[in-house]
Nanobody, 121 residues
Framework: QVQLQESGPGLVKPSQTLSLTCTVSGDSITTSYYFWSWIRQPPGKGLEWMGVIFYDGTPYYSPSLKSRSSISRDLSKNQFSLQLSSVTPEDTAVYYC?????????????WGQGTQVTVSS
């Protein structure tokens, strides 16, 4: 059973960089052809796909966030991470990490429980 767990600070000040880590168990982030995603849900809004890192380490980003986003991974810890720079209160959301349901599929089949991040001074 694949399990994902987000971790990171719950409060970030405007203009700073938000950093989150997803720790994966029950699967390797290098398992062929799987996508590992970051998704967020602002209060009162729908889910927003932010980006993925493919099993080979290639990142892909939402065009709207590409200039501020970076997704990386730590193979020794079976973790992947998100950095979002120059945050504003509009970046306040519940942040989720997820794995594609099948190889070559971005649509998540496994989700972390989510972590609340608030951007406020």
């Amino acid at each position: 059973q694949v399990q994902l767990q987000e971790s990171g600070p719950g409060l970030v000040k405007p203009s700073q960089t938000l950093s989150l880590t997803c720790t994966v168990s029950g699967d390797s982030i290098t398992t062929s052809y799987y996508f590992w995603s970051w998704i967020r849900q602002p209060p009162g809004k729908g889910l927003e796909w932010m980006g993925v890192i493919f099993y080979d380490g290639t990142p892909y980003y939402s065009p709207s966030l590409k200039s501020r986003s970076s997704i990386s991974r730590d193979l020794s810890k079976n973790q992947f991470s998100l950095q979002l720079s120059s945050v504003t209160p509009e970046d306040t959301a519940v942040y989720y990490c997820a794995r594609g349901g099948d190889p070559w599929v971005v649509v998540p089949g496994y989700w972390g429980q989510g972590t609340q991040v608030t951007v406020s001074s």
